[in-house]
């Protein structure tokens, strides 16, 4: 499928790159915080031997990945479930549009299910301003992570989509090789999850053929998951308020890598991942005389519908959706306990933020809200 474009400056390494690329990874410094963090008990000798019998980017992310992320959800979440894998056949390969609500761990719960279902890990895009040069990208392109460029002129980035949109097709279409995207550019802060219909039209840019075949190849499912408390909240909030005050927002240095450090280790409660189930039959649906841009909405909605049905509501959401409209509406869903405890939970919260405490206050019941009200 692809005669245009080297992807070299993009990809995940090679397996046959993985052996090298590892060996390199461990002589870093950072690994060794990581070692003693996520692998805590194992030693650099005992890091170097496993190290040896890795010879694929799956070997990494089954060696040393899937345990890593399994000590985060274990001291940072109070259990982690999951269903809809049965929608999926372990020969094929699928792109996972996704929520997005933390940086690093919506996209790596996924590879640890996968593993723990039977199925390959997939590839996960990853924005460029994420990744430096040096440790951090050897690292996520050892774990299936490609780049995504975010900024340039409209040209530029009208090109930079025609070249991600050949890559994904060539993953999944050539490679067999299913991939992770996020349904819209950067976390959902409000709560409220929608995809962008440019990601759609981005991803039909390199088909060759019609409409349908085009989506069709791709096998898109989507991929709702839920925390019971939102990651980074605190610092979703904070944007959103100064967003409020007609400011415009400009990231501090190492913000993003506080977010993922942020969302790594702050409490998250219970977690929820739902695989939805693959748009293939209802493309066939679609009425061909409509325009593309038609299409795309209608795509956008089938994609939305299943995000929104398979999000798992928690007892937070259906308090916060209460004190938004001033009801008891869903009272049925909640004890007065957990009602207080979340009240005092947002006041902890808000009081670590300047700004008017009323709106941040609101700001907090919203995200927590929204999920409720579609």
């Known amino acids: 499928m692809n005669d245009i474009f080297n992807f070299d400056d993009m990809r995940p390494y ?162 067999n090789v299913s991939v992770w995207i996020a349904q819209r550019n950067g976390r959902t802060k409000d709560g409220n999850d929608q995809t962008q219909t440019g990601l759609l039209k981005m991803l039909n840019i390199s088909g060759k053929g019609t409409f349908t075949d085009n989506f069709a190849q791709l096998k898109i499912v989507p991929l709702t998951i839920s925390y019971e408390y939102e990651p980074c909240d605190v610092l979703k909030v904070q944007e959103l308020y100064l967003s409020s005050l007609h400011t415009k927002y400009i990231k501090a240095d190492g913000e993003d890598l506080n977010s993922i450090i942020t969302g790594i280790i702050q409490p998250k409660g219970r977690i929820h991942l739902s695989v939805g189930t693959p748009i293939i039959n209802e493309l066939q649906q679609i009425d061909n005389s409509i325009s593309e841009n038609e299409k795309i909405k209608i795509l956008t909605s089938l994609v939305d519908n299943q995000i929104y049905n398979d999000y798992k509501l928690w007892a937070v959401n259906y308090i916060a959706a209460d004190i938004l409209s001033n009801t008891n509406h869903y009272i049925n869903h909640y004890t007065p306990d957990e009602k207080e405890n979340f009240i005092n939970y947002i006041n902890s919260k808000t009081a670590t933020i300047e700004g008017e405490q009323e709106s941040l206050f609101n700001l907090f019941i919203k995200m927590y809200a929204n999920p409720v009200s579609h």
Request: proline letters at 1%; charged letters at 25%.
């Open 14 to 175: 090679y397996d046959n790159e993985s052996y090298e690329v590892l060996q390199r990874i461990i002589k870093d410094p950072i690994f060794m915080k990581l070692v003693n963090n996520l692998w805590s008990g194992m030693t650099l000798d005992e890091v170097k031997a496993k190290a040896e019998k890795v010879n694929t980017a799956m070997g990494f992310q089954v060696e040393f990945m899937h345990p890593a992320i399994r000590t985060i959800v274990a001291r940072s979440s109070d259990g982690l479930t999951c269903n809809g894998f049965e929608h999926l056949n372990k020969n094929e390969s699928y792109l996972f549009v996704a929520n997005h609500r933390d940086i690093l761990l919506d996209s790596a719960i996924l590879q640890i299910l996968l593993v723990e279902n039977g199925f390959a890990t997939s590839e996960i895009t990853f924005g460029n301003n994420l990744m430096d040069k040096g440790f951090i990208t050897d690292f996520g392109r050892l774990n299936r992570m490609f780049a995504v460029l975010r900024e340039g002129t409209g040209r530029e980035l009208y090109d930079i989509s025609r070249k991600l949109s050949a890559y994904i097709h060539h993953t999944i279409v050539d490679k």
